[in-house]
């Protein structure tokens, strides 16, 4: 009998992923035994896991490592993505129990199903083999079907979670397509074995590996809701469950973009000509897109369902340079574009009530006046994703553009500049709401729990901190890029 | 001192931080307004000690680059948290605190019983914070980060009295508009940085290093298109055609803000903005002459609609935008000082008259409102003879109006004076020069006619004012009248550091205190400027008919606001020669009515209407229908199902992949 | 001989699984796939890949689509009523015919430049298609085997919660 020789396998590699998931299953069983109404506490103890995690994240920071004969890898720029995905998962958790009590659909499987996508998303950001990317994926997109329809009792949830599905299948599909395609090209699925092959001539000139990577660059669009892939979101996002809306945001988009970045960074870096070529038109129809769509919305939560399309337009122009600058804003971006777009939505959880979502612009008359705090806050975060200073996501926007500047790309960071001019023009109709309109509610049913009030303060101080002094936060992105 | 740079914006910072949180737990006025003025009276202590020791240093060491923190470092870029102190920017921070000190105060009184009192004052500290770090920015992100501030303060403070639905409308249309100028800012931010960066690897923004680097930037070419955004940028902030229309429409905020923001500090950024970059301005000979052309044309343009309003605010604000055009014509023939010594003494004058108005307002608010009756309380039909009543307004008010029509010796005369003989003798633009000057001349013609019958119309004749209720018109208190005074008093004797060499009676302190600042930018024009020596007798000559057109403009107003009023005896025996038209009263008012007023009005009239109505609102309105019909196109696209989205994919992939593999 | 072979085969399976989707009644649908699943086996074999061909039959032509009768039965979904949308149809239609074309295009301009492992149809007629899959599901993948655990757990639990009758 022939012994199989299985190669290092170094777990301390999947360590933070393999808490994760524990935490994940023991949830499943604690649930059994809570009752409905304390399924809040399922939560914290998914936070308490989303902090071990977190802890040991950054032991490793510093010191690469791969593992499981090069299908994963735990380095700097995993690890700052992944620290992103557990902030966001975190502060989603803190907003869903209050939600999903006030719709009455408060199953205790939304945490483990949330943590379930999150280890999906760190997959995707540490995964070095085309397969293991995928899988990653995967988990995550069953995960989000499954969240985005959560709410049964509401038809608009059950539909955007089917929407999302049927979808999300179509485009794995050429997604999948591409990766076998690149995989005939090279012969192999592991990044770096890519992009050893394709230094030969030969691999690089066949226009399979091409068509291969065109077809990645689609399925990782698609899950980055770039334009012409974008149409699903603004249904989806605006029928999920809002705190699911607030975590589908912002997690999935940044680990779509981790996993984007190393395919075209580290595995086919020969064709950065032609993706960056892609990337610009991809980068200028998003935003353009996404902010002229977005002027019209009335509904907020589809605003900023327009708006995340935008910003993914603003984080592909930093990714069209592709150059150290840009490469660091993104991710300084994702960062803080995670605690402004989850403090958004946070305000707007508070402020809809049961059965009414009160996701109207006109529903917000006043309400600057009537919570002063939550105005205020609301306010900060409205401003950072309208970039305007000293707002994180000011800073964010400036790196982006600068890094396009710097790799020669100036019409590009003019287009930016436009798009987010214009931007403002939608954030600061929800202001004038706010503080211009005579308020015609009392607003009496908001009710701030000390979930919120933790998910709020985090949000405004992950969104004032990095504005202000970005220095630290900068220096780790810089040290986390692909480069 | 120098080292302690940043106490200058923390102050109103603290100020804000505290009226802001606690100011609705504080509810005492005095104690509200007490810390508000107190945040913005220390910076200006400070600014003082800067000030004082940036004279005792020798010119050529008065340059201090103060870094607060690190702030963004990404590879070969570099940008600080710094602040830079040199002459210009001492002159600046001079003027926003110490006019802002005294519109605060004023504010107490102006403001007493406003629901809101606190956040006025939190926003109104704010906004000094924002202007301070404009003023001080040692790099253009600085900068800009205060110049989004002020936009975003003068935004909440028009928008003051939210309730009413104009004051809504104003705000949005300042803040929209001042976006469109950010964003030809940003443009030319990124312009120079990636110039200087793809072709020298400078990778900067900070100004003195731009400025040390100034010499590899070409004449023209890609200067003239970053300064062209740059410059859109400033007549978004400053109010210049074509983005001038929100400032009439922010008189809607209350009086002092007025005075503050869109008169004294944050409509003259712009102007500051190219001073600041006078050395990569002077680079493009092209966009130095649009700025004139530009500059003329909204002094001109702006004086002649002043003529046609009633409302008292909105003559003032007229008048502020084509003060700020005499600025930019300055800046744009290269007298880069005499723009900022307008902008000094325009800051003096005229937040001296935007205060008289509010005093005037506040006392005919308290009378109408004494007698239960709805008269508008700014509109100076309903005026008249309010100078017994209130004479320290009255004085302070006349002695201002005096100033800006540029009668010697007061501030006004020696600023616009110097602008006028720089724009005729500069040789930057050949004989564009003069048409210039020749616009800048009629410009100050009218400023003279429109101000002068807006202080006849409103301080002298009879009381047109509802006689239940005149005998309620009272003077201010002391809170409202002392700033008045002091920024009369400026007013009056604020020229005198920047008398012309010329007239020789003082040194001009004010040039060679800002000689260090534009001298790259004038050693730069030298490269392409003609020189022609001007004769003594003829500066004397331009200097002396600058001061009669002042006075025909004078005396227009005069006859045709006086002479047809019932005239008090001695204005008849002080000018004999009007006597007879005085006495003949009817026809020679038919007459000035067909020669002057109704064209002058309909001019007026025409180019409110016409011109800013029709064209500028059509045009930004036009854009916004275009872009929302755009958008309700796309959002026709998304139907909602999933068979389009997936066609709509699969059209993607089409193109994506025809595009690369058909190739 | 191989190669009509395969052209059979595989216009067979595009042919079914046009017809999954053009059916109107469910279960003709259904029966439908059960032949593309079958062809799909059938293509494994010619690939000699017999282990993955009895999976397919087992699995997917067995287990799965036994579910998905059950549930058409279990359910009673009738034939599929309302209209079908033809503007949408005749475009789809084009786009992926066109999208055909441009695969036909690259694929037959480019080659398999990709450098082969060492399991051929030797390795294999040696040591076993099931033993050999199994080694590589150890070694090299293991870590994308372990994941698929992970996936489908979550997969079942979205199912039950999205299924169960009470909240």
Known sequence: METIAIPAINMSVIAPEMILSVVAMALLLINVFVKNEQKGYLGYLSIAGILVTLYSLTIGWGAPQDGFSGSVVQDNFAIFFKGIFLVSAAMSILITDQYLQREGCNQGEVYPLMLFATVGMMLMASGTDLMTIFLGLEVLSVSLYVLAGFNRGSIRSNEAGLKYFLLGAFSTGFLLYGMALTYGATGTTKVVKIAAAAQSGMVSSNLMLVAGMLLMATGFAFKVAAAPFHMWTPDVYEGAPTPITAFMSVGPKAAGFAAFLRVLLVALPVFKAEWSSLLWVLAVLTMTVGNITALYQQNIKRMLAYSSIAHAGYILVGFTAGNAVGTSGILFYMLSYAFMNIGAFAVIILVGKKGEENNNLADYAGFGYKHPALGVAMCVFLFSLAGIPPAAGFVGKFYLFSGAIQAGYIWLAIIGVLNSAASVYYYLRVMIYMYFKEPTEDFNWVRLSPAFIICLIIAIAGVMIPGVVPGTILELAQKAILM | MLDNVWLIPLFPLIGFLINGLFGKKIKNEGVIGGIGTLAIFCSFLV????????????????????????????????????????????????????????????????????????????????????????????????????????????????????????AGDAAKKAFVMNRVGDFGFLIGLFTLFWWFGSNHNIWTINFMEIKAASHLLPYGGVVTVATLCFFLGATGKSAQIPLYTWLPDAMEGPTPVSALIHAATMVTAGVYMIGRMSFVFIKAPETMMVVAVVGAATALFAATIGTAQNDIKRVLAYSTVSQLGFMFIAMGVGAFTGGIFHLMTHAFFKACMFLGSGSVIHAMHHALHHGHLHDDPQDMRNMGGLRKAMPITFLTFFVSTFAIAGIPPLSGFFSKDEILWQAFSNPYHGDLNKVVWALGCIAACFTAFYMFRLVFMTFFGECRINPKVKDHLHESPLVITIPLMVLGVLAAVGGFIGVPKLIGILPNYFEHWLEPVFELANEYGKQYAHMHEHSH??????????VVIAAIGIFIAFTMYMANKSLPEKFTSAFPGLYRAVYNKWYIDELYDFVFVNPCKSLGNLLWKGFDVVIVDGVVNGVAKLVMAFSAGLKGLQSGYVHNYAMGMALGVVVIIAFYVFR | METLFFSIVAAIAILMSILVIRCKNPINSALSLIMTFFCLATLYVMLEAPFMAAIQV??????????????????????????????????????????????????????????????????????????????????????????????????????????KKKV
């Open chain 3, 58 to 163: 087992i699995v997917y032509a067995g287990a799965i689509m036994v579910l998905i009768v059950f549930v058409i039965m279990l359910l009673n979904i009738r034939t599929e009523s309302g209209r079908r949308t033809q503007h949408a149809l005749f475009l789809g239609a084009a786009t992926g015919l066109f999208l055909l074309f441009q695969t036909w295009y690259f694929l037959s301009r480019s080659s398999l430049t990709g450098a082969k492992g060492a399991i051929d149809s030797a390795a294999i007629a040696k040591v076993g298609h099931t033993e050999l899959i199994g080694q590589s599901l150890f070694t090299e993948f293991l870590l994308p085997f372990e994941i698929t655990s992970i996936l489908l757990l979550a997969a079942i639990v979205g199912a039950v919660v999205l299924a």
């Open chain 2, 47 to 166: 600014s003082c000690g800067i000030l004082m020791q940036l004279v005792g240093l020798p010119a050529e060491q008065r340059v201090f680059e103060k870094v607060i923190f690190p702030w963004i470092h990404a590879g070969n870029f570099k940008a600080d948290m710094a602040f830079l102190v040199d002459p210009l920017s001492a002159v600046m921070i001079m003027v926003v605190t110490g006019v802002g000190t005294l519109i605060h105060l004023y504010s107490i009184g102006y403001m007493h019983g406003e629901e809101g009192f606190y956040r006025f004052f939190a926003y109104l500290n704010l906004f000094c914070m924002s202007m301070l770090l404009l003023v001080l920015g040692a790099n253009m992100l600085v900068m800009f980060i205060g110049w989004e501030g002020v936009g975003l303060c003068s935004y909440l403070l028009i928008g003051y009295y939210f309730e009413k639905k104009s």
């Open chain 2, 537 to 546: 007798s003829l500066e004397w000559g331009l200097m002396g008919l600058s």
